[in-house]
């Protein structure tokens, strides 16, 4: 049989102190996984089973909660998000500015150039999947042409269609 934990009466009020003041899933998990087994006696895969993550995780959550005194998720923890970021959306933004006034004075756009200034501006070498990522986050799309040609007449075409003389050639 496997050994009873043992919980300190302050690591449970700090657990209960982390529960009330969880901001995110990962801090109210990690108050939960020292509370359930201190007041329920409930086992660890019976903690895991109840907070919908693995045995292991219950053991990591509960031994980085005794070693750092308490909670050890922040808001940088979570997943997701730009951790790599190398303009904030807001410098990204003015960054695009003077691109955004020649598009609309009917200039085309071509990457390279934005890629430069962009390399400039980070001060180091970027990848140009970048800069199509940075456009697309900012709503920039590819135009490319039309399928047909804009002073097409479908009347007109259809009318070569049936009045034009048929091909000679048998296949």
């Known amino acids: 049989m496997a050994r009873s934990a043992t919980y300190e009466e302050r690591e449970i009020d700090e657990a209960i102190r982390l529960v009330e003041s969880a901001k995110t899933m990962q801090q109210l998990r990690q108050g939960q996984a020292i509370l359930i087994p201190a007041l329920t006696g409930a086992s660890m895969d019976t903690t895991a089973r109840i907070l919908g993550i693995g045995r292991n995780q219950v053991c990591v959550m509960r031994r980085e909660f005794r070693e750092h005194g308490g909670t050890t998720y922040t808001d940088k923890d979570r997943r ?14 003015a960054f695009l500015a003077p691109w955004l006034e020649q598009a609309k004075n009917g200039g085309v756009l071509v990457v390279p150039p934005i890629h430069v200034a962009y390399e400039e501006r980070v001060g180091k070498k970027v990848p140009p999947s970048t800069v199509y990522r940075l456009l697309a986050r900012h709503g920039w799309r590819k135009v490319t042409p039309d399928t047909r040609h804009p002073k097409a007449n479908p009347e007109t075409q259809e009318d070569f269609k049936k009045n034009s003389r048929k091909s000679s050639r048998k296949s």
């Open 80 to 93: 997701g998000g730009r951790h790599r970021e190398l303009l904030s959306p807001e410098e990204e933004k």
